[in-house]
């Protein structure tokens, strides 16, 4: 539509260490947009433009809301899968003449993982709640990314360590999920990010 005015440049999309297992990989780049002018462009009647001028920040905090929780919701699927395969395993795998999943420290290990997917679950149903109430839920939006992105990086390490030698190799399932848990802590914002969401308001509230 504005071809005639504006220049796209895309620079070279690089592959990335995780999320290569699929049939759409992660590629990472960027766009550059030169001689684009908004206000000249959408003009004071356009139908281009969404929602008010300079309301801008707020609808993109609101999408933000929503996707750090679908994020949360993806870790939990992946939390959960991860202890289904650890767990067949476990029942499968024989050392010193017994199944593995009979040794205390894997029984330790597997019931880490199921408290920690148990609050990343409860956590991700409550948010999702509040969104469908139409309830404001952007500091829940950041705990519930910043806390199960973080889990489930435990988790995944856990079921390397659970599986061995075999763990730490591209044959076996835990290290693609060890490699591709570690972006759910950058995408829709670091988590460095969330701590400040979360801290800013509940210094605004003065407590929890």
């Given at each position: 539509m504005f071809r005639d005015r504006v220049r796209f440049d895309r620079n070279e999309l690089s592959g990335a260490f995780g999320d290569i297992g699929t049939d759409f990989p992660l590629l990472v780049g960027m766009i550059l947009v030169a001689g684009l002018d908004v206000p000249s462009v959408l003009g004071s009647k356009s139908t281009y433009l969404i929602g008010k001028i300079g309301d801008g920040a707020h609808y993109a905090f609101g999408v933000l809301d929503v996707g750090r929780l679908?994020?949360?919701?993806?870790?939990?699927?992946?939390a959960k899968d991860s202890i289904d395969r650890c767990v067949q395993y476990a029942g499968q795998r024989e050392a010193f003449g017994r199944k593995i999943q009979d040794f205390q420290a894997i029984q330790f290990m597997l019931a880490e993982m199921a408290a920690e997917t148990y609050a990343m679950e409860n956590m991700v149903y409550r948010t999702a709640w509040?969104?469908?109430?139409?309830?404001?839920?952007?500091?829940?939006?950041?705990?519930?990314?910043?806390?199960?992105?973080?889990?489930?990086?435990?988790?995944?390490?856990?079921?390397?360590?659970?599986?061995?030698?075999?763990?730490?190799?591209?044959?076996?399932?835990?290290?693609?999920?060890?490699?591709?848990?570690?972006?759910?802590?950058?995408?829709?914002?670091?988590?460095?990010?969330?701590?400040?969401?979360?801290?800013?308001?509940?210094?605004?509230?003065?407590?929890?």
């Open positions: 679908g994020l949360a919701a993806a870790t939990v699927g992946a509040m969104c469908d109430q139409g309830e404001r839920f952007s500091r829940e939006a950041a705990i519930c990314k910043y806390f199960c992105s973080e889990a489930l990086d435990r988790i995944v390490d856990k079921a390397v360590q659970l599986h061995g030698g075999m763990g730490y190799s591209a044959e076996m399932w835990p290290e693609r999920f060890y490699r591709d848990s570690r972006i759910n802590r950058i995408f829709e914002g670091t988590n460095e990010i969330q701590r400040l969401v979360i801290a800013r308001d509940v210094l605004k509230k003065g407590g929890y």
